[in-house]
């Protein structure tokens, strides 16, 4: 631009509407770079990283892929028992899980024996949580096993009272309450609490839960609903079963067996899939592992030639299991047979392999 209409533009910009113009736009500029400097604040639920878990919903993409190795497997087996799986991290909301099994634990250890009355546990948080559906089975489970019952207290939260929320899910009776500080409002809730469950009941087991947002994120163990147990304790956590088709395996073992499917993870053209005992859908997981690999069928044939059950399952009345197995088409390689102090048959599993049922006395 040539120095006099330079000249003349900066006389205009001197004074009038141009000159307030072009300063508002600065600071404009300003306040857009600041924004982009500012740290993003995160929305509830909103995966903003990498954890270790054992939540298959939050797989990062990367975890399941070692399955398609054979020898990598038993890796994740490892891994996923440890709670040491990689997954989306997501920040916001309360954290439930930890807070609630310290409950458990406490009516457990306080109230869980013989002349000791029943306890209760309250629930008090300030946001919303999600949980999977292995822990709400859990849950459920250690509510039965403790004849205990949850009062559930939503401060400031109405959303989290919702019906269908987890909150509600969990509670047997739930109430929210704006603030906590009005004493009139906190004294009937209090009144409410002391009347909703039936008189003559132990104490009362408190799991305050807060909003990550607000406080310090939580990182651990999956817990532990039900007795505590000693960190020495080693206990199975997985067992497996080659099969020539997982369609038809899982039919079997659920529709015929009457296992539960628990997982269904896709890897490639396969899948890690498991069942589980649907009396037991937190115990012992049983792999209908495909049997791909170059070892395997050379295996199950000479372990079938020789009459050798690839697996063993507890009955409880294996004469009555063998009829309704049997009525139902299963073929059985050994009926029914009396050994001392356990009963057992033997059948085909339709995938390749024998299955040993037994009941010991």
């Not at 113009?21 to 600041?34: C, D, E, Y």
């Not at 539960?260 to 037991?280: A, F």
Request: hydrophobic share 40%; charged share 25%.
């Amino acid at each position: 631009m040539p120095y006099a209409e330079r000249a003349r533009l900066d006389e205009r910009l001197r004074g009038g509407r141009l000159r307030a113009s072009a300063g508002l736009i600065g600071r404009f500029r300003q306040m857009a770079a600041g924004e982009r400097a500012r740290k993003v604040e995160h929305a509830r639920g909103e995966y903003v990283g990498i954890t270790l878990g054992d939540d298959l919903s939050r797989l990062i993409p990367s975890e399941p892929a070692g399955l398609g190795i054979p020898v990598m497997r038993n890796v994740f087996a490892a891994r996923f028992a440890e709670s040491r799986l990689m997954l989306y991290d997501s920040r916001g909301g309360a954290e439930f899980r930890t807070p609630a099994a310290a409950a458990v634990r406490l009516l457990d250890e306080e109230c869980n024996t013989d002349g000791r009355r029943r306890g209760d546990i309250v629930m008090i948080t300030d946001g919303e949580c999600g949980i999977s559906e292995q822990w709400m089975r859990g849950w459920n489970e250690a509510g039965h096993t403790l004849g205990c019952r949850t009062f559930g207290v939503a401060v400031g939260a109405p959303r989290a009272t919702a019906p269908g929320t987890v909150l509600d899910a969990l509670c047997d009776n739930l109430r929210g309450i704006d603030d906590p500080t009005d004493t009139h409002a906190a004294g009937d809730l209090f009144r409410l609490i002391r009347t909703a469950f039936r008189p003559g009941r132990g104490p009362w087991a408190v799991a305050a839960m807060h909003d990550r947002n607000t406080g310090p994120a939580r990182a651990g163990r999956r817990p532990t609903l039900g007795p505590d147990r000693r960190e020495s304790t080693m206990r199975i956590h997985l067992t497996s079963v080659f099969v020539d088709d997982q369609d038809k395996a899982v039919r079997f073992y659920t529709d015929v067996l009457g296992f539960v499917k628990k997982t269904e993870v896709p890897v490639g053209k396969d899948r890690w899939l498991t069942v589980v005992s649907p009396e037991d859908p937190g115990g012992t997981e049983l792999l209908l592992e495909p049997d791909g690999h170059p070892a395997v069928k050379p295996y199950k044939t000479a372990l079938v030639k020789d009459g050798i059950p690839a697996a063993s399952f507890a009955v409880d009345d294996v004469p009555a299991e063998f009829a309704r197995l049997r009525g139902l088409g299963v073929r059985f390689t050994q009926e029914p047979m009396d050994a001392g102090p356990v009963t057992f048959a033997v059948l085909d599993d339709t995938c390749g392999n024998l299955i040993q049922i037994v009941h010991s006395r």
